[in-house]
């Protein structure tokens, strides 16, 4: 009977030959992912192709890329067996999408910068006018794209004006073509442009998720709506622009305002407007014959404040002019008395005279010599006459 082998030392051995094989580690592997699962901060699933399949590995996975079920993508890493489950499996430490994948991981990543940059932030959207009369229109003129948003602004709207700007909306020369076009009409006073084209793959949209295009739609001072592809698609342009819409035709309703909804709104509010004048009309009115009557009446009060206040000031007058005539009069009877008291008439009636020589009043006996010629001033006349004689009485 030969010697006989434990599963340990059998599985040991296989792990042994797998870890010491070169051409086992550092392998690049190539497959579609099919039943993922994370448990924790690890990832588990199986990487297959036509005719064949192999347990697959992740640990850490947030270090790498995460793929998706049904997804191609490359794996970087070595072959590993694992004695206690007796699996054979792929112990992958990187993980790069294919094709279609690693497109759109490069557009995440580009969308992360430019919105890490600032370059979506709601901060810098500009409002779209709410009745726009100009619209531009970028977009291939010959296309069903620009049928259906211009009908769909003409089912409502005759007044607003429509220009196209016709460009390549895919292939290698759209990019320029889009961004140009955008230089040329920012500067012509729109109101607002519309980017727009219908749906396609991936790499039909491509044009619209253009770097450059991001920074020349971020510089325009034209409101910008973006209306590329379907509801599903999304593109750079819709996160950069100021607003999005789901499709080409959404553009349409959104600039292309009903006319006569807004001329019965028009007329509606200039119904509630006439209403509100009237009753402010109404009410300036009772507030200025109120105003009126108050006025007439407090002047009505000032009169007869005033005519009270003329009455007692006359009264007042009055009785002061008398008390100033009566102390005039008074004062008058004292002046003439005291005249009376001094009148030189008044004392010659009582037998004085007055002497008067050539020299005037004679004032003084020493002023009178004897041949001199005078005049008496008496009472009831004069007297004329010669000195033939002057005593002088002497004083004591």
């Given at each position: 009977m030969s010697d006989?082998?434990?599963?340990?030392?059998?599985?040991?051995?296989?792990?042994?030959?797998?870890?010491?094989?070169?051409?086992?580690?550092?392998?690049?592997?190539?497959?579609?992912?099919?039943?993922?699962?994370?448990?924790?901060?690890?990832?588990?699933f199986t990487l297959k192709d036509e005719n064949a399949q192999i347990q697959c590995n992740c640990f850490s996975y947030a270090k790498t890329y995460l793929p998706k079920n049904g997804e191609s993508?490359?794996?970087?890493?070595?072959?590993?067996?694992?004695?206690?489950?007796?699996?054979?499996?792929?112990?992958?430490?990187?993980?790069?999408?294919?094709?279609?994948?690693?497109?759109?991981?490069?557009?995440?990543?580009?969308?992360?910068?430019?919105?890490?940059?600032?370059?979506?932030?709601?901060?810098?959207?500009?409002?779209?006018?709410?009745?726009?009369?100009?619209?531009?229109?970028?977009?291939?003129?010959?296309?069903?794209?620009?049928?259906?948003?211009?009908?769909?602004?003409?089912?409502?709207?005759?007044?607003?004006?429509?220009?196209?700007?016709?460009v390549k909306v895919q292939g290698q020369f759209a990019?320029?073509?889009?961004?140009?076009?955008?230089?040329?009409?920012?500067?012509?006073?729109?109101?607002?442009?519309?980017?727009?084209?219908?749906?396609?793959?991936?790499?039909?949209?491509?044009?619209?998720?253009?770097?450059?295009?991001?920074?020349?739609?971020?510089?325009?001072?034209t409101p910008i709506i973006s209306a590329v592809g379907h509801e599903t698609d999304f593109t750079l342009c819709d996160f950069v622009a100021d607003i999005r819409v789901p499709t080409p035709t959404a553009s349409g309703e959104l600039v292309g305002y009903d006319v006569e909804e807004l001329k019965n709104a028009l007329l509606a509010y200039?119904?509630?407007?006439?209403?509100?004048?009237?009753?402010?009309?109404?009410?300036?009115?009772?507030?200025?014959n109120s105003a009126v009557k108050a006025m007439v009446s407090k002047l009505h009060l000032n009169i007869l404040e005033c005519e009270s206040k003329v009455k007692n000031l006359s009264t007042s007058l009055g009785s002061i002019f008398k008390v100033k005539c009566l102390e005039g009069e008074h004062a008058i009877n004292k002046i003439m008395a005291r005249i009376d008291a001094n009148n030189p008439i008044r004392i010659l009636g009582q037998g004085y005279s007055k002497l008067y020589n050539s020299s005037g009043i004679a004032t003084n006996i020493e002023k009178v010599n004897i041949g001199d010629d005078i005049i008496v001033l008496t009472n009831g006349g004069k007297i004329d006459a010669n000195v033939k004689k002057v005593t002088i009485k002497k004083q004591n």
């Open positions: 006989f082998v434990s599963v340990t030392l059998l599985t040991g051995y296989i792990k042994n030959i797998l870890g010491a094989e070169e051409m086992l580690h550092n392998i690049k592997l190539v497959g579609e992912v099919s039943g993922l699962r994370c448990s924790g901060p690890h990832a588990y993508v490359c794996l970087v890493g070595s072959v590993d067996f694992y004695p206690p489950g007796g699996k054979l499996s792929f112990n992958a430490r990187k993980i790069e999408p294919l094709g279609q994948g690693l497109l759109a991981l490069q557009l995440e990543q580009l969308r992360q910068k430019l919105e890490k940059a600032g370059y979506f932030d709601i901060k810098h959207k500009k409002p779209i006018p709410k009745y726009p009369s100009n619209v531009c229109v970028v977009t291939a003129k010959t296309g069903a794209v620009i049928r259906d948003i211009v009908s769909t602004i003409r089912k409502k709207n005759q007044l607003l004006n429509i220009d196209v700007i016709d990019e320029n073509e889009i961004i140009t076009a955008l230089t040329l009409v920012d500067s012509m006073n729109y109101d607002a442009i519309i980017i727009a084209r219908g749906g396609g793959s991936m790499e039909d949209l491509m044009p619209f998720n253009s770097e450059r295009l991001v920074y020349k739609i971020f510089e325009c001072n200039c119904d509630i407007y006439k209403k509100h004048l009237g009753n402010r009309i109404a009410y300036a009115e009772m507030q200025l």
